[in-house]
């Protein structure tokens, strides 16, 4: 019944749109907080339910390094429930920080497979050389 799917459609739509809305909300208040700290040694981590190619992460990663782009290959799936398989759990940090080794951890505890990374501080003096 085509007014059933078109009920439905709306319904995921509206759903999703909310939900888009809030994560990007949700983003702005994180940046108002990141603004008010000091600049050594920023790190942002976590579940942000949103691709690469989204709103909520482009606009969080402004002025932060995406620590698997910087040092991991491949798509780098973090979410895997049902074919639905995205990177969707990030590490994101600022210039006071170097990543290296970042990898997915591939356990089944969850629909998630924990990213991990190791950070070191940069020494600004080193960086001048």
């Known amino acids: 019944d085509s007014v059933k ?11 999703l749109g909310n939900a888009y809305r809030m994560r990007a909300r949700q983003v702005e208040k994180v940046k108002r907080y990141i603004a008010t700290q ?50 969707i759990d990030y590490i994101l940090h600022n210039e006071g920080l170097k990543a290296f080794r970042t990898k997915v951890d591939r356990v089944p505890y969850s629909d998630h497979y924990p990213l991990r990374t190791h950070l070191k501080w940069v020494n600004r003096d080193d960086e001048k050389e």
């Open 38 to 87: 000091g600049s050594e040694g920023i790190i942002i981590c976590g579940d942000f339910n949103d691709t690469p190619i989204s709103y909520a992460y482009s606009r969080m990663k402004r002025g932060l390094k995406d620590a698997y782009i910087s040092t991991a290959f491949g798509p780098g799936i973090t979410y895997h429930q049902d074919l639905f398989l995205f990177r």
């Open 5 to 15: 799917l078109e009920q439905v459609t709306s319904n995921i739509r509206s759903r």
